[in-house]
């Protein structure tokens, strides 16, 4: 049984940083495509960065230079270093895998995710 977690969310002062960890259980991360994802109130959730296995990602446009992607299979966990927060970041974020590099499609179950805040 697939169990993705996901913590180090909170609330953060616009211009802050913080840094989102996966962990997951029942599944390798090593070979997957890796990816975060965000749902604010009322709006459709959205993939904001993407790790293939090979190392190379891609970021929504609205975060790019801001947040970093990034795995540690050695701990089957995953990482999301968002710098540089604005207001408009504030979401739930949940992380998953996709089936390729360029799917955008969620293949696991989701967690539970973790609510970033961000006051202006």
């Known amino acids: 049984q697939v169990q993705l977690v996901e913590s180090g969310g909170g609330l953060v002062q616009a211009g802050g940083s913080l840094r989102l960890s996966c962990t997951a259980s029942?599944?390798?991360?090593?070979?997957?495509?890796l990816a975060w994802y965000r749902q604010a109130p009322g709006k459709q959730r959205e993939l904001v960065a993407a790790l293939g296995s090979g190392g190379s990602s891609r970021y929504a446009d609205s975060v790019k230079g801001r947040f970093t992607i990034s795995r540690d299979n050695a701990k089957n966990t995953m990482y999301l270093q968002m710098n540089s927060l604005k207001p408009e970041d504030t979401s739930v974020y949940y992380c998953?895998?996709?089936?390729?590099?360029?799917?955008?499609?969620?293949?696991?179950?989701w967690g539970q995710g973790t609510q970033v805040t961000v006051s202006s």
């Open positions: 998953n895998a996709c089936t390729n590099f360029y799917s955008n499609l969620p293949i696991l179950p």
């Open positions: 029942g599944i390798i991360f090593s070979s997957r495509t």
